[in-house]
């Protein structure tokens, strides 16, 4: 087998923290969370993500923690229970401090109704004052997007957002169940920008069932004529035994290794041949956005909404299932909506499980986050900037000799740089400085 083909296909985690959730416990339950809030420094900003595990219908590929509902009053439930949570939250950390981003995903985030959105937005401006450079984004449905929902939207502060577009031939969208046709995506971009919401993110795909080289390059290229700031190409990370869904994707239909190796690389030429600059593993972005611009500076940063330019210590996570991040570690609310709802509703944390990390364990996540946002780090540099003897990396930089050989990444005895050609491998360099990763088929999709 050839050798890049073997790694390619080796699992690995896309790194939006370390340790990854599935290295979470239940020693970190409802009681640490809120002392981690208490002792959030009361002049720190702090972000906001909030969770919404809805959709009208579910897409075939989908691998988010979301379902289907064809009711709107559990939908309207929950928003009310967001509210509650966001003032248990906000008890914790007093009025003081201001927000610096406000991510909304899911699902399909405006499910709840631009009269639960605003009624939630009302909340947090009114308990924890969101700061006058707020970024305040949210993940959309091309195909539920009206003008009105877009002057909506922009109403209420929000000035980003994402749309899934994943690929834009038909074929490809009957086969992972998701028709939107490329006309209905263009009139939702004129709509958002007419509302002011100019600053635009299109999600991609690359893997897809039925999914050529050609049917990729045709979607970039369409993308790229809509001109958006930011455009995030992902590898489609197929799971059927992990997400049902994903069993009605035809396997047979699905590009191999190698396929799959030639549709990143194409389309990052593409890409960058348009202007817009590669940001980490998977995002592009126009020269003047500010991701672009934290890639350039080394500020960029990666926490569980993907890489960002937010410099806040502290993530509040809000709904089921979602996550939090704080100096201390991680917590994470239960992932079952019932479950997460009867602890909103008796008035307490809903978190099930989490990670308090060790002094190694923050050297190791910023070797892995430099490595990921910028191809460069410092191991040793690194550990003594925070007290630890460089030496308990010895066997991580030997881990990295293979890849060495194969010119995957360099090190000069110092410095792990990853060759820019070789960018789409970093997964398979940081995976080197994970000690709880193992081989488990089952937990993670293929490097590439």
Same mark, same amino acid.
């Given at each position: 087998?050839?050798?890049?083909?073997?790694?390619?296909?080796?699992?690995?985690?896309?790194?939006?923290s370390?340790?990854?959730a599935?290295?979470f416990?239940?020693?970190?339950?409802?009681?640490?969370?809120?002392?981690?809030?208490?002792?959030v420094?009361?002049d720190?900003?702090?972000?906001?993500?909030?969770?919404?595990?809805?959709?009208?219908?579910l897409?075939?590929?989908?691998?988010?923690?979301?379902?289907?509902?064809?009711?709107?009053?559990?939908v309207?439930?929950?928003?009310?229970?967001?509210?509650?949570?966001?003032?248990?939250?906000?008890?914790?950390?007093?009025?003081?401090?201001?927000?610096?981003?406000?991510?909304?995903?899911?699902?399909?985030?405006?499910?709840?109704?631009?009269?639960?959105?605003?009624?939630?937005?009302?909340?947090?401006?009114?308990?924890?004052?969101?700061t006058?450079?707020?970024?305040?984004?949210?993940?959309?449905?091309?195909?539920?997007?009206?003008?009105?929902?877009?002057?909506?939207?922009?109403?209420?502060?929000?000035? +980003?957002?994402?749309?899934g577009?994943?690929?834009?031939?038909?074929?490809?969208?009957?086969?992972?169940?998701?028709?939107?046709?490329?006309?209905? $995506?263009?009139?939702?971009?004129? +709509?958002?920008?007419?509302?002011?919401?100019?600053?635009? @993110? =299109?999600?991609?795909?690359?893997?897809?069932?039925?999914?050529?080289?050609? *049917?990729?390059?045709?979607?970039?290229?369409?993308?790229?004529?809509?001109?958006?700031?930011?455009?995030?190409? =992902?590898?489609?990370?197929?799971?059927?035994w992990?997400?049902? @869904?994903?069993?009605l994707?035809?396997?047979?239909?699905?590009?191999?290794?190698?396929a799959?190796?030639?549709?990143?690389? $194409?389309?990052?030429?593409?890409?960058?041949a348009?202007?817009?600059?590669?940001?980490?593993?998977?995002?592009?972005?126009?020269?003047?956005?500010?991701l672009?611009?934290a890639?350039?500076?080394?500020?960029?940063?990666? @926490? =569980?909404?993907?890489?960002?330019?937010?410099?806040?210590?502290?993530?509040?996570?809000?709904?089921?299932?979602?996550i939090?991040? =704080?100096?201390?570690?991680?917590?994470?609310?239960?992932?079952?909506?019932?479950?997460?709802?009867?602890?909103? *509703?008796?008035?307490? /944390?809903?978190?099930?499980?989490?990670?308090?990390?060790?002094?190694?364990?923050?050297v190791?996540?910023?070797?892995?986050?430099?490595?990921?946002?910028?191809?460069?780090?410092?191991?040793?540099?690194?550990?003594?900037?925070?007290?630890?003897?460089?030496?308990?990396?010895?066997?991580?930089?030997e881990?990295?000799?293979?890849?060495?050989?194969?010119?995957?990444?360099? /090190?000069?005895?110092?410095?792990?740089?990853i060759?820019?050609?070789?960018?789409?491998?970093?997964?398979?360099?940081?995976v080197?400085f *994970?000690t /709880?990763?193992?081989?488990?088929?089952?937990?993670?999709?293929?490097? $590439?």
């Amino acid at each position: 087998m050839n050798r890049k083909i073997e790694l390619a296909e080796s699992q690995t985690p896309r790194y939006t923290s370390y340790p990854t959730a599935p290295h979470f416990n239940a020693d970190v339950g409802p009681q640490t969370h809120a002392a981690w809030l208490d002792a959030v420094p009361a002049d720190e900003p702090v972000s906001l993500y909030f969770h919404v595990p809805f959709c009208r219908t579910l897409c075939h590929y989908c691998g988010c923690h979301t379902k289907a509902v064809h009711k709107q009053e559990p939908v309207d439930a929950y928003a009310r229970r967001i509210e509650g949570e966001l003032a248990l939250v906000a008890a914790h950390l007093g009025r003081t401090r201001g927000v610096s981003h406000i991510h909304w995903g899911g699902g399909t985030p405006t499910i709840i109704g631009t009269e639960g959105l605003q009624r939630i937005i009302e909340q947090i401006h009114q308990r924890l004052a969101p700061t006058e450079s707020c970024e305040h984004a949210i993940e959309l449905d091309p195909r539920y997007v009206s003008g009105a929902l877009a002057r909506e939207l922009a109403d209420c502060g929000i000035n +980003r957002a994402s749309l899934g577009v994943q690929d834009f031939n038909p074929r490809v969208q009957a086969a992972i169940g998701r028709i939107q046709p490329y006309d209905l $995506v263009v009139a939702v971009v004129e +709509r958002l920008r007419r509302a002011g919401i100019e600053r635009l @993110n =299109f999600d991609l795909m690359y893997g897809l069932p039925a999914q050529t080289m050609a *049917d990729l390059v045709a979607t970039i290229e369409r993308t790229i004529a809509l001109n958006p700031s930011r455009i995030a190409l =992902f590898g489609y990370a197929h799971v059927p035994w992990f997400k049902k @869904n994903q069993q009605l994707i035809d396997e047979a239909l699905l590009p191999g290794t190698q396929a799959r190796l030639e549709q990143v690389e $194409v389309a990052a030429e593409t890409l960058e041949a348009a202007g817009y600059v590669p940001v980490g593993l998977d995002h592009f972005a126009l020269p003047g956005d500010p991701l672009a611009v934290a890639a350039a500076e080394g500020t960029l940063r990666r @926490n =569980f909404q993907g890489y960002t330019t937010d410099s806040a210590e502290t993530l509040i996570g809000l709904g089921a299932s979602s996550i939090s991040q =704080f100096r201390q570690g991680y917590t994470q609310n239960d992932a079952a909506t019932a479950l997460w709802s009867r602890a909103i *509703d008796s008035s307490e /944390f809903a978190t099930r499980r989490g990670y308090a990390l060790t002094q190694e364990d923050r050297v190791r996540r910023r070797i892995i986050e430099q490595l990921m946002c910028t191809l460069i780090a410092d191991p040793s540099a690194i550990a003594r900037a925070h007290g630890v003897d460089p030496s308990i990396l010895r066997p991580s930089l030997e881990r990295l000799t293979p890849l060495i050989d194969d010119g995957y990444v360099e /090190f000069d005895g110092n410095v792990v740089r990853i060759p820019e050609a070789e960018r789409h491998m970093m997964r398979l360099v940081a995976v080197a400085f *994970d000690t /709880f990763h193992k081989q488990e088929p089952q937990r993670h999709a293929r490097s $590439v």
